[in-house]
């Protein structure tokens, strides 16, 4: 009897069960962004709960090869798929893969059934892995197999955090049915509301000057946003104190919606305008038990302070907050969040007050050798909005002291997505002509290149382009 592939990973997920079970003495491996320091946070709190011996690591991805697996289990979290667990170790330890990402192996049934290895790829079960399911979701529907479904909401947190919904401003496929959970469990609250950052912490007229898919009148410009909510008759304050986006009504967030779509659809060629309302919409995922003006209320504002203490290479910190410490590991992250900030503002003064941007046919790029390669990324998003929307925008800098090569962090506006360009599968192509490894999402990606090729990589880039965007 052929069983279905829902069925098969229900199947799979009472495996794992069981091997959680069975185990006394527990290694969980995950990766060090936010997706997957929220999935060792719902493992470890599930372990908690079941009273089982464990220790959580956070890793990248490179220090996987020379791992020695020496506990009764090891579960590898948002990472593994990718990696040659397979031949780590002696044997002796079981092992078991929760992840998302794209798997290196074919699905072997009967390894389910003997216990001693199990990969739980969503990729093997018809789902897809960059928009309907994180490594946090695969931990939480483990955790749900014991029935603690009060972790659901860090399923969510997680899925936010991998920019699951970033596409179409809202989470679908099992991510959905994680939400839904959540919802019922009264642990979040979804809102149609504007897809503008800082819900819950920034004065609204500075969360709307960071608009910058698109140049815009208003993008970096405080004078021009308060302008605008004056024009909108939207008070910008109340009292004394700087009214944040969460504090507007549905119809005054509904005049800003129709604003920016305005201006928008005057600045954008006619092929993007029927994607223009996707860039101001997007659902908001509120959790009930934090404070209203919290960070941490806020899915997007949190998965910003773990990526701080990831980037920072404190992630024990956010672990930590994850499991709910609300003291000290929540000064500390308010601290390394302040710090994030702070250098990110000092960087990207550095990249645009000398104008580092330099513009090729089909691409911009900028040197960020004094930029640390963990956030290279990031600051490449910022300076977005003070190049050209229309081309992608790299950095590069070195990766690092003790390794040779060169980190390249890409970001474009979400219009070229939507308009059919997939930026991770083209930095792979071109990091493997010259020699490196890249990959990603469509409007979020990098690689790593030999020093030596960066100058070529560029290039090589840049003619790939013509005539794509
Ligand atoms: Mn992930």
Redesign the pocket.
Known sequence: MEINKQDQMNLAFSKAHEMVQNAEDIKIYS?I?C??IT?GAILSSMLDNLEKDHEVEFVTLDKIDGLELENELTIFS?LGSGQNVDKLGNGSSNVLILD??PPLRPMVFDNHVSGKFLELNCHYYGIDGSHDV???GMSYLLAHTFGFDDLSWLGVL?AVG?MQNSMSGKLVGLNKEILAASIQSKLIATNNDLSIYGRQTRPIFVALSYFGDVKLPITNSRTECIHMLNKLDIPTKNGKRARVLCDLTQEEKGKIFSELVRMLSKEVPQRYIKHVPKLVAGESYDFLGERKYSPLRDASEFSTAVNACSRHKHPEIALNVLKGDRGLALDEMDQLALEHRRYLAQKMEWVTEENRIISLDNLQYFDGSEIKSEVIGTVAGMILSYGDWRKPIIGFTPVGEDSEGIKVSLRCSRLLAYDGIHFGNIIRKVAAKVGGNGGGHSVACGAYIPEENMDKFLNVFDEYLTGKI
Do not use: Q, T
Request: negative net charge; proline residues 0%.
């Open positions: 990766h962004d997706d997957g999935a948002d998302h990402h994180s490594g946090g997680s991998d």
